[in-house]
C-alpha cells in the first residue's frame, strides 16, 4: 500500500479558532478525519502530523527517507523562507506536493512566493480543506 505523509506546519493547529475568513471553521482534527477517510477510498496509508517546530519537520522528512512513497506539506509561514526544509525535501528524493488552505497567490505579497515550491512535484492552494484532498489524490496518482 502506497505511503503518504502530511505534515502540517505551524500555526495550523489553531484553525477552526485562527483567521476564520481566510482559513474557515474546521479544526485541523476535522481536516485529518477527512483525509483519513479519502485515504481509505483511495487504498492508502496516510500519516498525518503537525508541528510547530522547523526542525521536526525536518527531522520527519528525513525519518521518512526509504518508508514513505510521498509527502504532502502544508508548511505554514515556512513556505515563505525556510531554506532547510527545501533542502531537506531534496535531499531525500521523496516525491512532494506543496498544499495550502489558502491561495497563497491572493493575499499579501510576501506570501506569493514559496521557496518550498521548486523542490515540489506541484502546490495545490485555495481550496481550503479541498486542498488536503486534491493534494492527497494527486499524490495517490504519482
Ligand atoms: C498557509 C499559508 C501561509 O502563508 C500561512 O503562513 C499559513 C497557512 C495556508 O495553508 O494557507 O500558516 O500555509
Known amino acids: 500500500?502506497?505511503?503518504?505523509?502530511?505534515?502540517?506546519?505551524?500555526?495550523?493547529?489553531?484553525?477552526?479558532?485562527?483567521?476564520?475568513?481566510?482559513?474557515g471553521n474546521e479544526t485541523l482534527e476535522d481536516i485529518a478525519r477527512k483525509t483519513n477517510l479519502e485515504a481509505q477510498k483511495l487504498n492508502v496509508d496516510v500519516d498525518f502530523i503537525q508541528t510547530n517546530h522547523e526542525g521536526e519537520i525536518i527531522d520527519r522528512i528525513h525519518e521518512a527517507r526509504g518508508k514513505v512513497d510521498v509527502i504532502i506539506i502544508n508548511p505554514g509561514a515556512y513556505t515563505h523562507y525556510s531554506l532547510a526544509i527545501r533542502d531537506a525535501i531534496k535531499a531525500v528524493e521523496i516525491p512532494a506536493i506543496e498544499i495550502h488552505l489558502s491561495n497563497i497567490h491572493a493575499r499579501e505579497e510576501f506570501r506569493s512566493h514559496s521557496v518550498i515550491a521548486p523542490v515540489c512535484v506541484g502546490q495545490i492552494c485555495g481550496f481550503g480543506s479541498i486542498s488536503y484532498i486534491l493534494g492527497l489524490n494527486a499524490a495517490a496518482m504519482l
Request: charge should be positive.
Open 1 to 23: 500500500m502506497k505511503k503518504i505523509l502530511i505534515i502540517n506546519g505551524p500555526n495550523l493547529n489553531l484553525l477552526g479558532t485562527r483567521e476564520k475568513a481566510v482559513y
